[in-house]
């Protein structure tokens, strides 16, 4: 049983950069989940962001976050990473992490379907 909890939200202006933090309170390991991030902004639905396979070597992420988002993952300290770059109005959202290990290790889906989720953290960008 994942707790996972994200960090790293604030208020940002257009075109800055935050980095959006996601872990596991209850200490276990993330290493063996694949990771997705999603947002929801007000009044609208969830959307996915970006995924991360279990081994790592697999990412995608939504068309317009593409070149300005990273997603990684830091094993030794148990964080997975959502780096966004050049954010502007339309990125302001909630933003949630999500675990899962039922797929393949280098699968990255863009399911919303996934077992764990965070509580998440408020990514606002205005000027």
């Known amino acids: 049983q994942l707790q996972l909890v994200e960090s790293g939200g604030g208020s940002v202006t257009p075109g800055g950069s935050l980095r959006l933090s996601c872990t596991d309170s209850?200490?276990?390991?993330?290493?063996?989940?694949?990771i997705g991030w999603f947002r929801q902004a007000p009044g609208k639905e969830r959307e996915w962001v970006s995924c991360l396979s279990i081994n790592g070597q697999v990412t995608d992420y939504l068309d317009s976050v593409k070149g300005r988002f990273t997603v990684s993952r830091d094993n030794a300290r148990n964080m997975v990473y959502l780096q966004m770059h050049s954010l502007n109005a339309e990125d302001t959202a909630e933003y949630f992490c999500?675990?899962?290990?039922?797929?393949?290790?280098?699968?990255?889906?863009?399911?919303?379907?996934?077992?764990?989720w965070g509580q998440g953290t408020p990514v606002t960008v205005s000027s």
């Open positions: 999500a675990a899962d290990r039922r797929w393949g290790s280098s699968w990255c889906p863009h399911t919303h379907d996934w077992r764990y």
């Open positions: 209850g200490g276990s390991s993330l290493e063996t989940y694949a």
